[in-house]
C-alpha cells in the first residue's frame, strides 16, 4: 500500500516546509523508495501562472507545461526528477473542479457542500498521484500557517486520508518557529499552540521539525512532548544554514529517516548518499571564486529568480566555483549610468526572463556592454530577446529595433508575437509552456554544450524572433544555433565571434539539478572562469 506523509507549517509563513519536504524526499530516495510529491495552495488562483513574482516569487514550469509553485522546483531538485502537474494544486483548482462537475450534473442533484465535495475532491488527487505512478510514498505538503481559515478543507482532508488508509499508513510532519530572544532563551510556546490547534481539528503530529537559529536544548524538548504527547525522540531540529543544499544530510544526521521508516513500518535500507555528500563538499571547499551580474527586473527582496540561481550554484559545483551573485536592478541602468563602475570586477552576465517594457532598456544596456567588452553572457527568454533587439540596433544597424511587446511602433519589430498568440485573450495558461523539441547547429557553442544534434527545455513565453529578420541578422553575425524541428521557430541565439554569448528562448534553469547541473549553465561558468583568468592576467602583464 502507497504510504503518505503530509507536511503542515506552524506559526509563521515561510518556515521551510518546501525545503523540509524536498530534503525528506531526497531521505526516502536514498532508501530506495519510489517518492512523488504534490505541494497544495491554499489561495483561490487556480495556478501560479498570473501571480504577482514580488508577492508569490518565480512561477516553476513542469515538463508537461503546468505553472507551478517555486517549491516544485525545490522538489525535483533534491529528488532529481522530473514531476508533473499532478504535483501542484490550488483550492482554486479543487473549487473549480468541483463546480465544473455540479454543472454536468455529475452529482446527481446533491447539495454540493464543502464536506464531502471539496474534501473529496483534494483527497482524490493526492490518491491519484501515488496510483498513476505507482510510488511506494506520497509526501503533500499544504501551503500557509495552521490557523489560517483558508487550510481547513485541506485539514480535514488528511485527517479523513489518515482514517481510510489506517494510521499505520500515514505520518503527519509538522514544521513550526522556535523563536530566540536577544537573550539567547529560546521560546516554544507559539510551537504550542501551533500543534494544539492542529490537534483541535483532529491531526496529531507524529514529527516535529523545529525551525531555530540555535540548537535546541532537552528542555525545550521534554516541554513540547510533555504538553503536546510527541515522542522527544520525534522532535528533530532544522537549524539555520547558509547552504540549503546539506540540510538532508543535517536530517540523516539527527535520524529523520530511520523515524520516518519507523513510523510507517518501512523495510530498513542503506542510507550512504556518496553523490550527495560530494556535491555538498564541493560547495562548501570550492577552488575558485567568481561574481556574476543578473541584471533583472524582479532582483529586490523575492524569489522570483529562484531557479536562476539555483541552475547558477550548480553550474558553479560543475566547477569547482563559488559564484557570487551581483543584483542589478534593469530599471536603474539608465543613459547616466557608468557601466564601467557598474560591472567593476564582474566575471560574467545573466540577464533572466520576466515580461512587460519595465527596464527593458536597462538590460539592452548590458547586452552591449557585455558584447562590446567580450564579457560571457547568458540570456534567459526575455534576456534572449534583449541580445536579438541590441544585435539588430547596434551590429545590423537596424536603429530603434525592439520587440511588439515594448513598442508596437517600433520600425524593426525584430522580436514579435507568435502567430498562434494572437486573438488570445485569457492570460492564464495561454503561453507557450512545457517541454517543446529543439534542433542544434554543430560547431556552434550550444552543440559544444550539449553534444546531441535534438534536445528538450521548458518554455514559457508569448514572443519570439519575428523570421522576418532572420536572414538580415544572420548575416551581420548573429548565429541561430538552435530552432524548432520545423525551422519556424528560433531557440537559441549566439553572436559570432564573441567569446561566449548566448541566448535561449526556452528556461534551462528549470532543468538543472546540483547532480546534473544544466549543460549550459555549466559552460556560461566555465567561460566565466576563462574569462576572469584572462583578465587577471592581462593585468599582470599591464603590472
Given amino acids: ?73 525545490n522538489y525535483e531538485r533534491f529528488l532529481g526528477v522530473d514531476l508533473n502537474r499532478q504535483s501542484n494544486f490550488t483550492t482554486g483548482s479543487v473549487y473549480l473542479e468541483v463546480i465544473e462537475k455540479e454543472r454536468r450534473g455529475d452529482y446527481l442533484g446533491q447539495t454540493v457542500q464543502l464536506i464531502p465535495h471539496i474534501t473529496d475532491e483534494i483527497k482524490r488527487r493526492i490518491y491519484q498521484i501515488g496510483k498513476d505512478n505507482a510510488v511506494d510514498i506520497v509526501i503533500t505538503e ?63 503530529p507524529d ?82 571564486k567568481i561574481n556574476i551580474a543578473i541584471v ?86 526575455l534576456g534572449m530577446q534583449c541580445l536579438v533587439i541590441e544585435f539588430a540596433r547596434n551590429v545590423a544597424n537596424l536603429k530603434n529595433a525592439n520587440s511588439t511587446e515594448v513598442d508596437e511602433q517600433t520600425p524593426y519589430p525584430v522580436i514579435d508575437l507568435m502567430l498562434e498568440q494572437r486573438g488570445i485573450a485569457d492570460k492564464g495558461a495561454t503561453m507557450r509552456l512545457g517541454h517543446y523539441p529543439c534542433v542544434l547547429k554543430e560547431n556552434t557553442i550550444s552543440y559544444d554544450a550539449y553534444q546531441q544534434p535534438i534536445i528538450l527545455e521548458r518554455h514559457r513565453h508569448r514572443y519570439e524572433v519575428n523570421n522576418d529578420y532572420r536572414s538580415q541578422l544572420a548575416a551581420a553575425g548573429l548565429t541561430l544555433s538552435g530552432v524548432s524541428p520545423d525551422g519556424s521557430l528560433v531557440e537559441i541565439a549566439e553572436v559570432a565571434g564573441h567569446p561566449w554569448m548566448l541566448g535561449s528562448q526556452f528556461h534551462p534553469e528549470f532543468q538543472s539539478k546540483p547532480l546534473t547541473p544544466h549543460p549550459l549553465f555549466r559552460d556560461f561558468i566555465a567561460a566565466v572562469l576563462t574569462h576572469q583568468h584572462q583578465v587577471k592576467n592581462s593585468d599582470l602583464n599591464r603590472g
Fill in 1 to 73: 500500500m502507497t504510504k503518505y506523509i503530509f507536511v503542515t507549517g506552524g506559526v509563521i509563513s515561510g518556515i521551510g516546509k518546501g525545503i523540509t519536504t524536498a530534503s525528506l524526499g531526497r531521505l526516502l530516495i536514498n532508501r530506495g523508495f519510489k517518492v512523488n510529491v504534490v505541494k497544495i495552495d491554499p489561495y483561490l488562483n487556480v495556478d501560479a501562472g498570473v501571480m504577482n513574482p514580488f508577492q508569490h516569487g518565480e512561477v516553476f514550469v513542469t515538463h508537461d507545461g503546468a505553472e507551478t509553485d517555486l517549491d516544485v522546483g
Fill in 142 to 204: 499544504i501551503g500557509g500557517t495552521i490557523g489560517d481559515f483558508e487550510m481547513l478543507p485541506f485539514v480535514e482532508a488528511i485527517r479523513q486520508m489518515a482514517v481510510e488508509v489506517g494510521r499505520e499508513n500515514t505520518l503527519f510532519l509538522h514544521v513550526s518557529l522556535i523563536y530566540t530572544l536577544p537573550n539567547g532563551e529560546s521560546k516554544s510556546k507559539p510551537t504550542q499552540h501551533s500543534i494544539r490547534k492542529l490537534q483541535e481539528l483532529g491531526v496529531h
Fill in 207 to 288: 514529527l516535529l521539525l523545529c525551525r531555530t537559529s540555535q540548537h535546541i536544548d532537552n528542555s525545550v524538548r521534554r516541554k513540547i512532548a510533555l504538553l503536546c504527547g510527541i515522542s522527544e525522540d520525534f522532535i528533530l531540529e532544522g537549524l539555520d544554514t547558509k547552504c540549503v543544499d546539506e540540510i538532508p544530510l543535517n536530517f540523516e544526521e539527527q535520524g529523520m529517516g530511520h523515524l520516518v521508516s519507523k513510523k510507517l513500518r518501512l523495510e530498513r535500507r542503506a542510507t550512504l548518499d556518496a553523490e550527495w555528500i560530494a556535491m555538498v563538499d564541493k560547495l562548501k571547499n570550492p577552488q575558485h
Fill in 296 to 381: 533583472g527586473k524582479y532582483t529586490t527582496g523575492c524569489d522570483a529568480y529562484i531557479s536562476v540561481q539555483e541552475a547558477i550554484k550548480h553550474g558553479g559545483i560543475a566547477n569547482n566555483a563559488e559564484v557570487h551573485i551581483e543584483w542589478i536592478e534593469a530599471e536603474d541602468v539608465t543613459e547616466q549610468t557608468d557601466l564601467d563602475a557598474l560591472f567593476q570586477n564582474i566575471d560574467g552576465i545573466l540577464v533572466p526572463g520576466g515580461f512587460g517594457d519595465r527596464g527593458i532598456e536597462g538590460m539592452i544596456k548590458a547586452v552591449k556592454y557585455a558584447r562590446e567588452n567580450s564579457i560571457p553572457y547568458f540570456g534567459l527568454c
